[in-house]
């Protein structure tokens, strides 16, 4: 069983990709909607919980856990490695070689939550790679609401979109990445007003290959999962929008289970 | 000591109100900023982390609760009262007489956080005084985030304010409530759009005088209060944006206590 968590909804889009890729497993998701957005906490408290979560899932009988939020990968992915024996895959890891491969003038920007950006954990990790490969980030904290409000394709949100690219879009570099779960989901926007020439990568689907790649090597993809079992999807609080979003994250409705459970014991 | 809460900082703007009115007094201020905002949470989740921070301020020696946060008095204004001993005040309450007094043409306008909105209360309470009154109310989800980024100011900022207002306009509303304390920080931009002829209230100076009112009538304000004492501020995880933030709401920069304390025991 994997277990992927996520600060709300938006790591549905993670669960997508894995499922799609490996559909033969089960997975169990957790959406911290009591908390959430991470995205302006501190780094303290995200790692906190990012621990809390973990627990809580392997408890509940996952094998892999699953970083789906770009912001708890960024301030606990290493902590949640170091510290827990079932083996733990980020959302950033698994994208930095597409960026590395991707890249052509070598200028690289990423967008994603306050927290993310503050942390540099994307610099860091495509620098300790390639040295001149500059990196420019912008942290975009009204796409998170803008999303949860379903407004995808509104001319205020590409107003907003443009305010926010615009150093990228003078730095002209040609890789962008979207560095938080919900923004896959303004794709077309984001793309509209970066233009063509400019490729997007949506962490989520480099992440779900990855762990396609992990589950065929360690041959647990036929064997031990072969027959069909139902997701699970926990919440801490019942989702703001929830029909609306796990449809455009999802693609389809999502079941919840019922009782929401919250690990925590407030 | 009056004990304030509010999700997080923008029942800063409640506690300058209380200060500016009631400057003998002491307060102890909890933003519960590890779990912002409250306006798209459920209504149980919302009266149990009430019911739970009252209990806390209490502990700390608060003999007056004032719930600053406008979707906590909504949805768990009603259950503090009830299973607490301690005078409670919320911030719908202490304005009623002000719409009623205010409207001329009894078409009154009311916007808040979705939860707010959704529970009527507002409504309610109006319609409880005058029948006759029409009460039209607009949920603004995006306003809380556009005032935590500091863009009170922006062009988009006019321009989601002019998408969300449009409907209160065409109903031709006399007076406006702004039932919710990040609001009164987009004052201006609200007006621009809403014309000068329209009353907007803001329900932080009522409820300030409101307990003003009952500080005299209890004669606490120069007895047993009569020497100056440090106000306390406690958040549940370290504010975003704290510096520009408090100073919007607050008038000046606000000392934190430095342990930030959480009453939940995860």
């Given at each position: 069983m994997i277990g992927i968590f996520d600060s709300?909804?938006?790591?549905l889009t993670v669960a997508k990709e894995i499922l799609k890729n490996t559909n033969r497993q089960q997975i169990i998701y957790f959406g911290d909607t009591a908390r959430l957005p991470y995205g302006t906490k501190t780094p303290a408290f995200i790692r906190k919980i990012s621990r809390k979560i973990t627990k809580w899932l392997i408890k509940k009988g996952a094998e892999i856990i699953v970083i789906a939020c770009n912001t708890s990968s960024a301030l606990a992915g290493d902590t949640i490695k170091r510290e827990f024996k079932v083996p733990v895959f980020d959302v950033i890891n698994p994208s930095i070689k597409d960026v590395l491969q991707s890249t052509k003038n070598k200028k690289v920007g990423v967008i994603g939550t306050p927290a993310t950006i503050k942390s540099l954990q994307w610099q860091k990790k495509i620098k300790r790679k390639d040295k001149s490969i500059k990196v420019y980030s912008v942290s975009c904290p009204l796409f998170v609401p803008l999303v949860e409000e379903g407004w995808v394709d509104k001319k205020i949100t590409k107003a907003i979109a443009e305010d926010y690219l615009k150093p990228l879009k003078e730095k002209q570099i040609d890789v962008l990445v979207l560095a938080c779960t919900h923004y896959p989901l303004l794709k077309d926007t984001i793309r509209e007003v970066m233009g063509k020439k400019v490729k997007i990568i949506d962490p989520a689907k480099n992440l779900a290959k990855e762990i396609n790649l992990f589950l065929n090597k360690n041959q647990k993809s036929n064997s031990s999962f072969s027959q069909k079992k139902n997701n699970y999807f926990f919440f801490s609080d019942a989702p703001y929008n929830f029909e609306k979003i796990s449809k455009l994250c999802f693609g389809r409705k999502v079941k919840i289970i019922k009782k929401i459970e919250d690990p925590f014991s407030f």
């Open positions: 709300g909804v938006g790591g």
